[in-house]
């Protein structure tokens, strides 16, 4: 069964660090990879995916992510934090059924200080 | 700007008294779901549709029906609400199979059952 973790239920960080949220997978076949984050009383924005090709995915607002097959791991990075940063995110593998499902985590907030 | 529009963005009812959701999108997306989530958890699915095909989750209750009259346009109705469906109800909708699209959020329903 496919499924996802996010070991963390928060990260914290100063505001023009670094940071990185760190997601794992397991998936029987190709995995489809998503980041979204949620800021409160909102729905999920999409951040960016990774379907194949470069292992180092672009995406919006400055966030990137590495897909790492040898450690299943796909983990969110941003090389500057901004305050605005601060909020939910999940990370998710597409289900294996094929219907465009999502597994959800357990989601990361993740809290930038001035 | 193309969108997932979700009425109203908050909804009170009483304990037991039917209520209606309300989704709506100009994507022209032909897969449309509905998810629960509560407190900062993770979206749970509830059901989708493939064009007007209705899936049905096996764990959502018999309470919690949806209709899907057209593309544009889908709803999530509570027969009798219970304390326990107090939640955020999100909207998504996703261009075809495959499960390579990222789905598109709308920005949520609270319900509050009193």
């Known amino acids: 069964a496919q499924s996802v973790a996010q070991p963390e239920d928060q990260v914290n960080v100063a505001e023009g660090n670094p940071l990185t949220v760190k997601c794992t997978y397991s998936v029987s076949g190709n995995p489809y990879l998503f980041w979204y984050v949620q800021y409160p009383n909102r729905g999920l924005q999409f951040l960016l995916k990774?379907?194949?090709?470069?292992?180092l995915v672009k995406g919006s607002y400055g966030f990137e992510a590495e897909f790492n097959k040898s450690q299943t791991s796909f983990h969110l990075k941003k090389p500057s934090a901004l305050v605005s940063d601060s909020a939910l995110y999940f990370c998710?593998?597409?289900?294996?059924?094929?219907?465009?499902?999502?597994?959800f985590g357990q989601g990361t907030t993740l809290q930038v200080k001035p | 700007d193309a969108m997932v529009i979700q009425n109203p963005r908050y909804q009170v009812t009483q304990f037991g008294k039917p209520v209606t959701l309300s989704c709506s999108q100009t994507?022209?997306?032909?897969?449309m779901y509905w998810y629960q989530q509560k407190s900062s958890q993770a979206p749970k699915l509830l059901f989708h549709?493939?064009?007007?095909?209705?899936?049905n989750e096996a764990d959502t209750p018999d309470n919690f029906q949806s209709r899907r009259p057209n593309t544009s346009f889908c709803f999530l109705d509570i027969r009798s609400p219970g304390l326990g469906d107090a939640a955020m109800y999100l909207c998504a909708t996703r261009l075809g199979l495959g499960g390579y699209n990222e789905q598109f959020f709308g920005p949520g329903t609270r319900l509050t059952v009193l």
């Open positions: 549709y493939y064009d007007k095909d209705f899936n």
């Open positions: 998710a593998v597409r289900d294996g059924d094929n219907t465009g499902k999502l597994i």
């Open positions: 994507l022209n997306h032909n897969v």
């Open positions: 990774y379907i194949t090709g470069d292992n």
